[in-house]
């Protein structure tokens, strides 16, 4: 089997990260960059640390903010009209998986414009050319968007949101720095951060998953396990830890796919505009128990990476348990909710079941899923 590993031609790591940005411009030729981030971003200052860089640069930019938490295909034509009004030769994504996604939508589009209908981007499309150059700068620690091949886009009118899967579209620099991230409130650092663990733990689990990811995911939920609950506290060595963990995590499932989990959750962010990484963090430990006879040993590994004692010594049903359990109990520190009451309306059951079997995700689940087996897990949460 041949395994295809694409990430970021740079990326740049730690503190002050966001400094090199200029002589990245440079370096590339690139002199006209429009800038993506969100309003709230702009709002509280957090944009202003890229863009006072910029000023003082001298570099003129561009600058596009019509960006919703969930992206809507509006947002992406928008943006399309705004990149070319400013003759963009870039884009700065500033800010999470929302002006990421935004931006990488908008970036293909530009390069290859039988795309426009936006729709037509979903699954693996057949672009030819690369994205206009992106340059991303992640203010969350969790959807690693910064170093990914996909980007996810809400469709208002279907009620749904669609995956887009596309090598075309990774950013061709990615900012990671800690201090960019400083400012995330906790209910946020803890949504995005489970966002985060359920990438390292599907990515680990996914049928196409292979020794080099399975070495990346296996970091990533050690970092992530021992840094959520300090950076929702808001320590600076726990920003650090999940800054890096949730990176290392979108290096690998980015190159393998994902599960059900991921394919559940994008139905609740349409539908009901719940935060990604919320819904993630609910659906993750039933998403675990439903696939664990699919694990083989691996549930052993996520325990110990998880930092649970004694493991190599249970067996192979309590070890799978211990790794469910160590995830709730994250979690629940964390503050996510343990279940969708008060959410989920029966009423939508089999419509969100039906949108989470065609999706992207659902096909790399290790084990096999039928719309009927997903209304039940959705069930078991309501």
């Known amino acids: 089997m041949v395994n295809r590993i694409i990430l970021n031609e740079t990326s740049y790591h730690g503190s002050g990260a966001v400094k090199s940005i200029v002589a ?26 890229v863009t006072s860089l910029l000023d003082a640069a001298k570099v003129k930019y561009a600058l596009y903010s019509d ?11 928008n943006g399309v009209k705004a990149a070319k009004a400013a003759k963009a030769d870039s884009i700065i994504a500033i800010g999470g998986g929302s002006s990421m996604d935004t931006a990488k939508a908008v970036g293909i589009i530009l390069t290859n414009p039988k795309f426009a209908d936006v ?16 340059l991303a700068v992640p ?20 009620h749904r949101k669609f995956v887009c899967v596309d090598p075309h579209d990774i950013p061709v620099v990615a900012f990671v720095d800690p201090d960019m991230m400083a400012t995330m409130p906790k209910g946020l650092t803890a949504f ?22 399975d070495m990346l995911h296996i970091e990533a939920i050690r970092l992530i396990a021992s840094s959520l609950r300090d950076a929702v506290n808001g320590k600076m060595s726990g920003r650090e830890g999940m800054a890096l963990g949730q990176y290392i995590a979108g290096m690998g499932f980015s190159n393998v796919g994902l599960g059900i989990d991921h394919a559940m959750a994008h139905g609740l962010s349409a539908l009901y505009d719940m935060p990604h990484g ?22 052993r590994k996520i325990a110990t990476a998880m930092g649970v004692k004694g493991v190599e ?8 348990q211990a790794a469910i359990a160590a995830v709730e109990k994250l979690s629940k520190d964390v503050g996510i909710p343990a279940n969708l009451k008060g959410v989920l309306k029966k009423e939508d059951i089999k419509f969100l079941a039906e949108s989470a079997y065609a999706d992207a995700c659902r096909p790399g689940n290790p084990r096999e899923v039928t719309v009927k087996d997903i209304e039940k897990l959705y069930k078991s949460l309501a």
Request: proline content about 6%; charged content about 25%.
């Open 192 to 213: 995005t951060g489970m966002d985060a663990l359920t990438h390292a733990i599907e990515g680990y689990i996914t049928k196409a998953a292979c020794p080099i990811t």
């Open 24 to 49: 990245e411009l440079s370096a590339r030729s690139l002199k006209k960059p429009i800038i993506f981030s969100d309003p709230d971003l702009i709002k509280f200052g957090v944009t202003k640390k």
């Open 278 to 299: 919320q819904a993630c963090a609910i659906l993750l430990p039933t998403a675990m128990k439903f696939n664990a006879s699919k694990s083989g040993d691996k549930y």
């Open 119 to 134: 729709r037509s981007l979903e699954g693996v499309a057949p672009t030819k050319n690369a994205s206009l150059p992106i």
């Open 313 to 320: 010594k249970m067996t192979l049903a309590k070890a799978r």
């Open 139 to 158: 203010t969350t620690a969790g959807t690693a968007a910064e170093v990914t091949i996909n980007y996810v886009i809400t469709d208002v009118e279907k």
């Open 67 to 77: 960006i919703k938490a969930n992206p809507t295909i509006e947002n992406v034509k």
